[in-house]
């Protein structure tokens, strides 16, 4: 790819002057996990740096109204859990992977490319981590494919796993890396709705084009009560107030008892249910400190908004997760996170050139 930005935290994309954003192309940099973090939207991530080195992230990307496409490399080793996009089929195709990398507690680099509908991911990533993202609209999907294609798509999403040989995912990543060149490219391309349109459409068609699913007579696979209750736990903790969450109203709300539920996210995310609320809690509270202002905002006013109370233990789980006093984090300069991959217009409805953008309500 072109060298597009080297400046650590920054973002750099290309838009035409005083045009209508349908699309982005850019680059992000990044050395700080906690920024990283913070512009990774449409994903919730938890970033937890597990090797000594040095933390650096970069992603080279494309982001239209359905669809968002990056190339993303890692400098050192992390834990990630996730809530990954709502509405969206996020799949990794490998350009560098290393012999511990991790995904869902499996090794699934091995035999394909690792997928999944949305809900609450586990990966570990090793250094030199190197891979292709692509995060599709399931409406987008189910417009586009056959009957048959979107029941093959369930099967292999339920199993997490799309079985692909070795030759499939290089010229798989190579078909990915020249559209995204292709894009950055020809940035003006990207003010032109049937242009877009055209992108979201090549990148299903020739997925699926490429890769092997499952024969058509196969089914999704009823998941067990278990990745079931998991599963409905997980959506809501993603629209619930965290503060106001048990684990008897989440296993309510999972229809599965208490025990069930601490084995489930046990096994998905090696945490138990309000482990993983209080990890999403801390992490939030740390992306807002990191974006304070000293002086202005005070650790106690950040905490208070977010609903912490107990400041001394909340000082003692903060230090023990970063490895750093929450005023530590505050008083670190912070450059700005500058326009993120995902636009917030990308989901609501607008007309162009007197068309009518695509950008499915899911």
């Known amino acids: 790819m072109d060298d597009l930005g080297k400046s650590n935290g920054a973002v750099t994309q290309k838009i035409a002057a005083g045009a209508v954003p349908l699309a982005l192309v850019g680059v992000q940099e990044t050395d700080d996990p906690c920024h990283w973090e913070r512009v990774s939207e449409p994903w919730e991530v938890l970033a937890t740096p597990v090797s000594a080195g040095r933390f650096h992230n970069r992603k080279t990307f494309l982001a239209t109204p359905n669809c968002i496409l990056y190339e993303e490399s890692f400098a050192s080793r992390l834990r990630v859990r996730a809530l990954s996009p709502e509405g969206m089929l996020a799949l990794s195709v490998p350009i560098r992977w290393g012999g511990g990398t991790r ?60 079985v692909a040989p070795a030759i499939t995912r290089e010229r798989l990543a190579l078909w990915l890396g020249g559209l995204l060149n292709r894009a950055h490219q020809a940035p003006a ?24 699913l499952p024969a058509d007579q196969e089914r999704p696979e009823r998941a067990s009560v278990r990745r079931r209750g998991f599963d409905r736990a997980v959506e809501h903790i993603r629209r619930a107030e965290l503060t106001r969450l048990s684990l008897p109203s989440l296993s309510a709300a999972a229809g599965v008892s208490p025990r069930t539920l601490e084995y489930a996210f046990q096994e998905q995310l090696g945490l138990s249910p309000l482990g993983f609320v209080r990890m999403l809690r801390l992490h939030g509270l740390r992306r807002a400190l990191l974006a304070g202002r000293l002086g202005v ?33 505050l008083a670190r300069p912070f450059r700005g996170d500058t326009t993120k991959f995902w636009i917030p217009a990308f989901s609501q409805a607008r007309k162009v050139n007197g068309a009518q953008t695509r950008h499915p309500q899911d």
């Open 103 to 162: 995904y869902f507690n499996r090794p699934l680099q091995e035999r394909g490319l690792p997928l999944t509908l949305p809900g609450a991911v586990e990966a570990m990533l090793d250094a030199g981590q190197q891979h292709y993202m692509l995060l599709i609209r399931l409406t987008l999907l189910r417009s586009l494919l056959g009957e048959s294609q979107w029941t093959a798509l369930e099967v292999v999403a339920a199993r997490r796993c799309l």
């Open 189 to 212: 391309m990207l003010n032109h709705l049937a242009a877009v349109q055209a992108l979201e459409e090549e990148l299903v068609q020739g997925l699926f084009e490429a890769l092997r």
């Open 297 to 329: 905002s005070t650790v106690t006013d950040v905490a208070h908004h977010l609903g912490f109370t107990q400041l001394g233990r909340l000082a003692q789980e903060y230090c023990q997760a970063f490895g750093e006093h929450p005023s530590a984090t």
